[in-house]
């Protein structure tokens, strides 16, 4: 989709209701809802963070979103795909302040380049304990992505289009925090396969998306 139409579309999405968990579970794990009846103190406790969907339009004008793939290491997000973004610092204005800040650092997205658009549904993710705040964002200019390498394995640029055809929705057997060999809905992107919760912040993205084209 031509990105100056997408912006069109798109400048409507504040007045949406937000689906929330009604999206989000449409993606989640089979034992995620049960998970979350027994949750409810740590959600108070958890540390925050704020994540950016951010959409772009790239070098032939067409909409995309940014996505990253996370280096392997000895955690719980080990080699997953997810939004960029991160902890609330002390330094932090806001969660969306976070949220701008940790892209740039991540990817190379100048701050002053990113206009947020509206918060979405806030997810807690329990095997991490944080309570995310993601938010969906525009950059009108087609960012010169840098990758953090410490933290970050690839960037993937991910086309509106190929984002919300229903085909690359899929179910994946994965080991969780919780039991090994779970089946889950996913998204397969770029071929890489996008389960957990930001697939369930995607699923939410969709939908709103979906109500405006």
Do not use: C
């Not at 809802?33 to 704020?50: M, P, V, Y």
């Not at 959409?55 to 080699?79: C, D, M, W």
């Not at 609330?88 to 940790?102: G, K, P, T, V, Y």
């Amino acid at each position: 989709m031509n990105f100056d139409d997408f912006l069109i579309a798109l400048s409507k999405i504040k007045n949406l209701p937000l689906p929330a968990q009604a999206s989000q579970f449409k993606m989640a794990p089979p034992f995620r809802q049960e998970l979350l009846k027994h949750q409810e103190q740590a959600i108070k406790t958890a540390r925050r963070a704020g994540v950016l969907a951010l959409f772009y339009p790239n070098t032939n004008q067409e909409a995309h979103l940014v996505l990253i793939l996370r280096k392997t290491y000895h955690g719980v997000h080990s080699a997953q795909v997810g939004f960029p973004g991160g902890k609330l610092e002390a330094h932090d204005a806001s969660l969306e302040a976070a949220a701008i800040r940790e892209t740039y650092e991540e990817i190379g997205v100048p701050i002053k380049q990113v206009e947020v658009l509206r918060g979405l549904s806030k997810i807690y993710i329990p095997p991490s304990n944080f309570y995310v705040h993601p938010f969906i964002g525009i950059s009108k200019e087609t960012p010169r992505f840098v990758k953090q390498d410490d933290e970050v394995e690839a960037i993937i640029e991910v086309a509106l289009s190929h984002f919300l055809d229903d085909a690359n929705i899929i179910t994946q057997r994965v080991n969780t925090s919780y039991r090994a060999d779970v089946e889950v809905p996913a998204f397969k992107l770029n071929n890489y396969v996008v389960w957990g919760a930001t697939a369930m912040m995607l699923s939410e993205i969709k939908d709103l998306l979906k109500q405006l084209m």
